[in-house]
């Protein structure tokens, strides 16, 4: 591989991706925005892991994914809600931890305080339209993480159990397919179910946790989705269930992941020389 850690392949899609929205879907979110969410995100990662003495956190990779992640799905009137939600992003990581192992989704975590803190920040869940071309690079890109660092059962999930909601539901309506083909084909929806919800960091360590998670999330965005009307129900959803991850880890006991330089990543085999053994 050109590239040996598993992370910069993440950080090449993600601002890959960044180009083409803004080349080809017109975005609000102007370009010095995206650059004060990842200076504040490098700084703040930088600052933090040298007041708090964690030296293993102070690798930037994982805050310039946070920050591309904030760049991609939160919009701004003002690059002052940019700085805010980059800020928390990163000291969310710092602050919400069980056993050296943060819970929360960082760019989640950031995007939700900026709609809870703040007065203009907004997501805009179509703004990728239902292109297929924009599905297929998703899925080329992501599966590609997914498989090198072994958490396909995740996004398999959340994505079965939340297209078979939507189908049963579709049925008792009597709608036609067209409009069951038109809630699933969302560009967003397939970043969260590839490049959000399976972040190894923060999700359930064994592969049993993942699923019962994953399910149980794609069953509280159905809910916010259908009977709420919340247009960001994936992002809800993430935020109230990411604490879950404290409780099924606890049930089922399984090595946690950690990244590692030149990682070529991990399934559920092999895990002795890549993953760290937690029990907490």
């Given at each position: 591989m050109l590239l040996k850690d598993i992370r910069?392949?993440?950080?090449?899609?993600?601002?890959?991706?960044l180009v083409l929205g803004i080349g080809t879907r017109d975005w609000t979110l102007r370009p010095e925005f995206i650059g004060v969410a990842i200076a504040t995100s490098l700084a703040t990662q930088w600052i933090l892991s040298l007041v708090t003495g964690k030296e293993q956190m102070a690798n930037l990779r994982?805050?310039?994914?946070?920050?591309l992640g904030l760049?991609?799905?939160?919009?701004?009137d003002h690059w002052t809600t940019m700085a805010i939600a980059a800020a928390i992003a990163i000291a969310s990581k710092f602050i919400f931890q069980v056993g050296d192992k943060h819970f929360f989704n960082p760019t989640n975590f950031g995007i939700i305080s900026a709609l809870i803190l703040t007065p203009d920040a907004w997501v805009s869940p179509g703004q990728w339209g239902e292109e297929w071309w924009y599905g297929l690079l998703?899925?080329?890109?992501g599966g590609m993480i997914l498989q090198r660092v072994g958490r396909w059962d995740t996004t398999a999930a959340?994505?079965?159990?939340?297209?078979?909601l939507e189908a049963i539901r579709n049925l008792w309506l009597g709608w036609t397919w067209d409009v069951y083909w038109h809630r699933l084909m969302s560009g967003s929806l397939l970043l969260f179910a590839l490049f959000m919800i399976t972040d190894p960091r923060s999700i359930p360590n064994s592969r049993i946790g993942r699923v019962v998670w994953a399910i149980c999330i794609a069953g509280l965005t159905f809910i916010l989705r259908n009977?709420?009307?919340i247009s960001t129900?994936?992002?809800w959803a993430l935020f109230a269930l990411a604490p879950l991850t404290i409780l099924i880890d606890v049930f089922w006991l399984a090595p946690r992941f950690v990244w590692q330089e030149g990682d070529e990543g991990v399934g559920e085999a092999g895990v002795e020389t890549r993953l760290i053994a937690s029990h907490y």
């Amino acid at each position: 591989m050109l590239l040996k850690d598993i992370r910069d392949y993440q950080i090449l899609f993600l601002g890959l991706f960044l180009v083409l929205g803004i080349g080809t879907r017109d975005w609000t979110l102007r370009p010095e925005f995206i650059g004060v969410a990842i200076a504040t995100s490098l700084a703040t990662q930088w600052i933090l892991s040298l007041v708090t003495g964690k030296e293993q956190m102070a690798n930037l990779r994982s805050a310039l994914i946070t920050s591309l992640g904030l760049g991609l799905l939160l919009r701004a009137d003002h690059w002052t809600t940019m700085a805010i939600a980059a800020a928390i992003a990163i000291a969310s990581k710092f602050i919400f931890q069980v056993g050296d192992k943060h819970f929360f989704n960082p760019t989640n975590f950031g995007i939700i305080s900026a709609l809870i803190l703040t007065p203009d920040a907004w997501v805009s869940p179509g703004q990728w339209g239902e292109e297929w071309w924009y599905g297929l690079l998703f899925a080329g890109t992501g599966g590609m993480i997914l498989q090198r660092v072994g958490r396909w059962d995740t996004t398999a999930a959340f994505l079965g159990s939340y297209s078979l909601l939507e189908a049963i539901r579709n049925l008792w309506l009597g709608w036609t397919w067209d409009v069951y083909w038109h809630r699933l084909m969302s560009g967003s929806l397939l970043l969260f179910a590839l490049f959000m919800i399976t972040d190894p960091r923060s999700i359930p360590n064994s592969r049993i946790g993942r699923v019962v998670w994953a399910i149980c999330i794609a069953g509280l965005t159905f809910i916010l989705r259908n009977y709420f009307f919340i247009s960001t129900a994936v992002f809800w959803a993430l935020f109230a269930l990411a604490p879950l991850t404290i409780l099924i880890d606890v049930f089922w006991l399984a090595p946690r992941f950690v990244w590692q330089e030149g990682d070529e990543g991990v399934g559920e085999a092999g895990v002795e020389t890549r993953l760290i053994a937690s029990h907490y």
